[in-house]
């Protein structure tokens, strides 16, 4: 299974404005001042939005690719105003049917995400812990 989210963050970013103003469903929320995990307190507002869930390597990534051109906008705001946002890619892996074949972003795909401004990370995941 694959399955990327998008994170976005900033210190002086107006998470509900920001929201509203893009029609952003976001998955979770959170604001500057608000508790954190484990007590602490968030330094800065931001969000989690699931942009693809598949199983398919190629429709997974055209999936990301509609989702970038739906809210280029958005993007771009982001990049220009100097706030984090980043597309997290993972997959879970543990037994032989769960391995996926190899990710590869195209030429064009990355520099979507550059121009965008936006980073990528990627993680494999555990499909139990008793693997």
């Not at 969000?47 to 809210?71: A, D, G, Q, R, T």
């Not at 064009?108 to 555990?126: D, H, K, T, W």
Request: charged share 25%; proline share 1%; net charge negative.
């Amino acid at each position: 299974m694959l399955d990327t989210i998008w994170h976005v963050s900033g210190t002086e970013l107006d998470i509900d404005k920001f929201v509203s103003q893009f029609k952003i469903d976001a998955d979770s929320i959170y604001r500057k001042g608000d508790k954190a995990r484990k007590g602490k307190i968030h330094d800065q507002s931001g969000l989690s939005v699931l942009v693809s869930e598949n199983l398919n390597v190629s429709e997974h990534l055209k999936e990301i690719e509609e989702f970038i051109h739906s809210y280029k906008s958005a993007f771009i705001l982001l990049k220009e105003r100097g706030y984090d946002s980043c597309f997290s890619m993972g997959c879970t892996v543990g037994t032989k049917d769960q391995f996926t074949k190899s990710v590869g972003l195209t030429a064009s795909q990355l520099g979507l995400l550059n121009e965008c401004g936006v980073s990528f990370e990627f993680s494999a995941y555990p499909a139990s812990d008793d693997e």
